[in-house]
């Protein structure tokens, strides 16, 4: 028994030691903290005998103490688990933003088939060194510049293991360079490229509105930048409306933000031009700016575009693709709303210019009017139309002697036609004892055979008509007489 208790005594002593010692920092703030209430050192510090742990039986018996809550509330005889002092060292770490850092690959250790290659990068002056991890894409779009020796520009964020303690950096993006040329180079190759690609021709440059309804703003989050866009327009505008994206302006996160900002402000309707800007920055900072992903969104747009990135003497990619390239966002803010000042003076001069120009045309009016005033013909207007009116007498008398000619002419004419048709017309045949004769159908008889015996006939006569019966008739043969009873009809 002397011996077990020495044991036990010993481990948990030694246990105690290192927790104390690993918690000398102080606490992280906001780090998680894991739910440890019922740690019992005495779990920890049981031997095994025979395949089993097993507990001393008066620890069992002893009061739980809860878990410190903050680093320096922790003592000797409430100590931290080594994996509570891990976790949120790495809680801490996590929440560390991602860097670009430049460095130099002293050691460079790629497998084949493994997702993820490990590296050793070194400061480039000062004797510093820290392990890389990168997974296989990243490793690839880096090219076969990466290697030992080589200089790189990589976006980095710090990772801590918890298991072994080791602290590397997660690369997101590895760019080789030759110092900082090497970089201006490959901006420069993507630029051609995208060149090629049509990109930047000035035929797909949109001109931007004269006072756009809203204005989509892309800017970082509480950024200088944007304070002084919606400060300077809306001094020059003040109804100037502003739809504002706040997003990340560099480090890993840039390009996706932006380019999704720009296709989700490009889909309102109501928005008239989108303003992309940031403050100025380091070539590192800004190669969020000058990637493709950025660049195809800004072309693709619908919306014209104004790139305000960094200062004059900055020239990110998208500017090459932009409707309207700012020097500052100040120039942006000038560009994109109207000076209310100017325009108000200008609608000044523009009144005073249409006033005396109505003026000018008024007083030639009058003028010219007063000259047309001047002449005879004005002046006396009945002169002129004397002469007319002794030619339209004349004509007036000439033109009733001639219709008069012509009605006399055409009377003699009517009056012999009217002889004519009284000479052949049936009522003067009539008039001299004939009738017309008709059969009870209306039939005008010409033949005796068309009737017999006993058929009532209707004779028209000169004036009025009646009514015979035949008692025969005489179809050209000799003559017989025949008596016909006759009724005179009105």
């Not at 005889?77 to 560390?96: F, Q, S, T």
Request: hydrophobic share 45%.
């Amino acid at each position: 028994m002397g011996l077990q208790f020495w044991l036990r005594f010993r481990l948990r002593f030694r246990l105690r030691f290192l927790v104390v010692f690993a918690v000398a920092r102080p606490e992280v703030p906001g780090a998680v903290t894991p739910d440890c209430s019922g740690f019992r050192p005495e779990i920890l510090e049981g031997s095994f005998r025979r395949g089993r742990v097993w507990e001393d039986k008066d620890m069992e018996q002893e009061k739980a103490v809860p878990l410190a809550r903050l680093a320096r509330e922790t003592t000797a005889e409430n100590p931290w688990p080594l994996g509570v002092l891990a976790e949120k060292m790495k809680g801490y770490i996590d929440r560390m933003d991602p860097t670009w850092v430049c460095a130099q690959v002293i050691e460079f250790n790629q497998r084949p088939g493994n997702k993820m290659s490990f590296f050793i990068v070194k400061d480039l002056s000062a004797d510093v060194s820290m392990p890389v991890k990168a997974f296989g894409g990243v490793v690839a779009a880096a090219g076969p510049q990466l290697q030992a020796g080589a200089q790189v520009v990589a976006q980095v964020k710090p990772d801590f293991y918890t298991k072994t303690g080791s602290l590397a950096l997660l690369a997101s993006r590895i760019v080789p360079v030759v110092g900082r040329g090497g970089l201006l180079e490959q901006l420069e190759e993507l630029r051609q490229k995208l060149a090629a690609q049509g990109l930047f021709a000035a035929e797909h440059k949109k001109p931007l509105p004269f006072l756009p309804r809203r204005i989509g703003l892309i800017c970082g989050h509480g950024a200088r930048a944007k304070a002084d866009v919606i400060e300077n327009a809306t001094r020059r505008w003040p109804l100037a409306v502003f739809e504002v994206r706040e997003v990340a302006v560099q480090g890993v996160n840039c390009a996706a933000e932006v380019s999704a900002a720009i296709a989700e402000l490009d889909a309102l309707p109501e928005v008239d031009v989108l303003v992309v800007t940031r403050g100025g920055g380091a070539l590192e900072d800004l190669l969020g700016f000058s990637d493709e992903s950025v660049v195809r969104a800004a072309f693709a747009a619908r919306t014209p575009l104004v790139s305000a990135v960094g200062h004059e003497e900055d020239a990110p990619l998208l500017d090459f693709v932009a409707d309207f390239r700012a020097s500052t966002p100040t120039d942006a803010a000038k560009r994109i709303v109207p000076d209310l000042a100017a325009e108000l003076e200008l609608m000044d001069r523009g009144r005073q210019k249409m006033r005396a120009v109505v003026e000018r045309r008024v007083t030639l009016g009058l003028q010219e009017l007063a000259q047309w005033r001047s002449r005879p013909v004005l002046l006396n207007p009945g002169a002129s139309l004397q002469a007319r009116r002794i030619d339209v007498a004349r004509g007036v008398d000439d033109l009733r002697a001639r219709l008069a000619a012509v009605l006399a002419r055409e009377s003699q004419q009517l009056a012999g036609m009217r002889a004519t048709l009284r000479a052949i017309s049936p009522q003067a045949v009539l008039d001299r004892g004939y009738a017309v004769l008709r059969a009870p159908g209306g039939v005008v008889l010409t033949d005796a055979a068309q009737v017999k015996k006993g058929d009532l006939l209707e004779a028209v006569l000169a004036r009025g008509s009646l009514v015979a019966t035949v008692f025969g008739t005489n179809t050209g043969k000799a003559s017989t007489t025949d008596t016909a009873s006759t009724t005179v009809t009105e």
